[in-house]
């Protein structure tokens, strides 16, 4: 099994910064698509953003310009930068990946971390 654990939240001004981390850990063969998700109270979960192994990121229009999305694969971290915060980006962060895993045969899983709470003041 493979688990996701997130770091890097917290309460911040608007405009301020923040940075996220996600790294996997366990028993992995490969990871493809990483990526940050968010859920504000009384919402639905939303997409963030979202980098595969190779190719191109992917924003929510609501971020585009303000969050940047990396990863270090040999660390097997996503990260994601998040500029010019706003009292609406205040939600839930939690961190997403597709993992392959060997057991009980190789397969692909979609893991989801514990989240991180980013609270952004007015």
């Known amino acids: 099994q493979a688990q996701l654990k997130e770091s890097g939240g917290g309460m911040v001004q608007a405009g301020g910064s923040l940075r996220l981390s996600c790294t996997a850990s366990?028993?992995?063969?490969?990871?493809?698509?990483m990526g940050w998700y968010r859920q504000a109270p009384g919402k639905q979960r939303e997409l963030v953003a979202t980098?595969?192994?190779?190719?191109?990121?992917n924003y929510a229009d609501s971020v585009k310009g303000r969050f940047t999305i990396s990863r270090d694969n040999a660390k097997k971290t996503v990260y994601l930068q998040m500029n010019s915060l706003k009292p609406e980006d205040t939600a839930v962060y939690y961190c997403n990946a597709d993992v392959q895993v060997p057991v009980p045969v190789t397969m692909w899983i979609e893991y989801w971390g514990q989240g991180t709470q980013v609270t952004v003041s007015s």
């Open positions: 366990g028993n992995i063969l490969d990871i493809n698509v």
């Open positions: 980098l595969p192994r190779a190719g191109m990121s």
